[in-house]
């Protein structure tokens, strides 16, 4: 098969079809791990000197520092910087149902709320595929209230359905924003569960989340946008309902939870594509370079059949990988992720 762009690659992938080779990207590479490999290097400097398949950005929002470790952000939540490249949420603004009638959200359409996305587009467009981090159905919620305010909060259908309806339309805006600026598609990182099992059950997700995730989702499908659904833990039981929903592909698959890519593949490779899984919370921080390589032809020789499989690691490249783990599932997808797949390759 003729070689593809990074771009091509992905997108044939998220159709379920075979590329010229597996593709890879990550949602995040720790300073840590990409200084170890390219000194001084940014995400974005990394993932294009690496030859990754595509690159992430997302919409621009302003935040203010309001302590040594702390800001807040446009949204009003209260952010907390951890031992790794992200902040999480630990206030927000919203407590009741008043507070949210009075609350009004950012602007999608404020001046420069798509910059770095469109700096991207006027650099890589066409070469690398341009991945916008948008969000469905439970982080704005959760950012707003706060992670136990929110599971609190589910006994008040009103308060969630709001919330839902607020992250819903603002997200559909701003899909439409980042698809005329040119955004190939769209990954969406709200976690739905712990490692043992869902936040809420799924009689619950059903009903107060899959209605908005359903209508975001094909908000994303209306702009010609395809989506990765991201969530790591358990999600095992919210799976079919993610899958009706129109998800085009599902992320990371996450083996600490009891999920198994190769019984996956077997029982939604029909329907979606995946994403994952190399065991990051063992195998790539504690295990040697061969544990890595066996485990990564693994998932080459289980999932790769048919296309449809984006091979990275089973969440994020933090801090605790080790940088020469990281980088034999990198060589292990380009030397033996070729189409059609030699099955029978040993290294």
């Not at 969000?135 to 969630?160: C, K, W």
């Not at 358990?234 to 993610?242: K, S, T, Y």
Request: hydrophobic share 40%.
């Amino acid at each position: 098969m003729a070689e593809m762009s990074s771009a091509e690659r992905v997108m044939r992938t998220l159709q379920r079809q075979e590329a010229d080779r597996i593709p890879h990207f990550e949602w995040i590479i720790d300073r840590r791990v990409r200084h170890a490999l390219c000194p001084g290097s940014s995400f974005e400097e990394f993932s294009v000197r690496m030859g990754l398949d595509a690159i992430i950005t997302g919409p621009d929002f302003t935040k203010e520092q309001i302590g040594p470790n702390r800001w807040r952000n446009e949204w009003g939540s209260v952010l907390e910087q951890t031992a790794e490249e992200y902040p999480i949420a630990v206030d927000g603004p919203i407590k009741t149902l008043d507070d949210l009638r009075r609350y009004e959200p950012p602007d999608p359409n404020a001046p420069g709320r798509y910059k770095s996305l469109e700096r991207m587009v006027s650099l890589y467009k066409g070469r690398i595929a341009i991945c916008v981090h948008l969000n469905d159905v439970l982080s704005i919620p959760r950012n707003l209230m706060g992670f136990e305010n929110l599971m609190m909060a589910f006994s008040e259908p009103d308060l969630i359905k709001a919330l839902v309806d607020l992250s819903v339309e603002i997200n559909i805006e701003m899909a439409r924003q980042v698809a005329k600026r040119g955004a190939d598609l769209v990954f969406t990182g709200d976690d739905y569960a712990s490692t043992e099992a869902p936040f809420i059950s799924p009689k619950m997700f059903e009903e107060l989340l899959l209605p908005g995730l359903r209508r975001v989702v094909a908000g994303f499908h209306e702009q010609g946008l395809p989506i990765i659904k991201h969530s790591d833990g358990n999600i095992r039981p919210l799976i079919p309902m993610l899958v009706d929903a129109g998800i085009d592909c599902l992320d990371p698959i996450d083996p600490l939870a009891g999920l198994n890519m190769a019984e996956m593949k077997a029982q939604y490779g029909g329907r979606i594509a995946l994403k994952g899984n190399v065991n990051c919370a063992q195998t790539l921080t504690f295990g040697t370079q061969q544990d890595v390589i066996a485990e990564t032809l693994e998932i080459i020789r289980t999932a790769g059949p048919g296309g449809g499989i984006i091979l990275s690691s089973s969440n994020s490249i933090h801090s605790a990988v080790k940088p020469a783990n990281y980088l034999a599932m990198l060589n292990t997808i380009r030397q033996y992720g070729q189409y059609p797949l030699n099955l029978d390759a040993t290294p």
